[in-house]
């Protein structure tokens, strides 16, 4: 069971800061003749991240099938996100949607050593993602 996810999909390693909030958009007014400014809310946005993503499989030909599965989440919608066991649906209430996926690869690691695993022929699938957050409202 890894630590990190979207959706149904684990992996070990992110590396990045933690996912990113949906911010509320403000913005300032003023009106000619009158002293001040006001603000008006006009919405709550989140801003695109990018975060590096691997995990470490027992083959090399199945690192390869799970980039071909990993391509399936970009454009789905709203995600479940799981950042270090922490489900950031039912937490935090934010979603994530899939914007892009940079740089999938995937490539042969003999003699994977891991905290619960070893794979003497095993393979890595890695991929730079995307991430939009969207707020539960």
Do not use: C
Not at 10 to 22: L, Q, R, V, Y
Not at 49 to 67: K, M, P
Not at 80 to 90: F, H, S
């Amino acid at each position: 069971m890894a630590a990190h996810g979207i959706d149904v999909y684990d992996f070990e390693h992110w590396i990045g800061p933690a996912p990113e909030f949906a911010q509320p958009q403000v913005e300032n007014h003023t009106r000619p003749g009158t002293w001040g400014t006001y603000q008006v809310q006009t919405g709550v946005k989140g801003r695109q991240f990018e975060r590096e993503l691997r995990h470490v499989f027992s083959t090399y030909l199945e690192a390869q099938a799970a980039l071909a599965f990993w391509n399936t989440l970009v454009g789905v919608g709203p995600l479940q996100l799981k950042y270090n066991n922490v489900n950031y649906a039912g937490i935090y209430g934010h979603l994530y949607s899939v914007d892009r996926i940079i740089e999938p690869d995937a490539y042969a690691l003999n003699g994977a050593l891991g905290p619960t695993y070893y794979y003497p022929f095993g393979g890595v699938a890695k991929m730079r993602i995307v991430l939009t957050p969207h707020p539960i409202l």
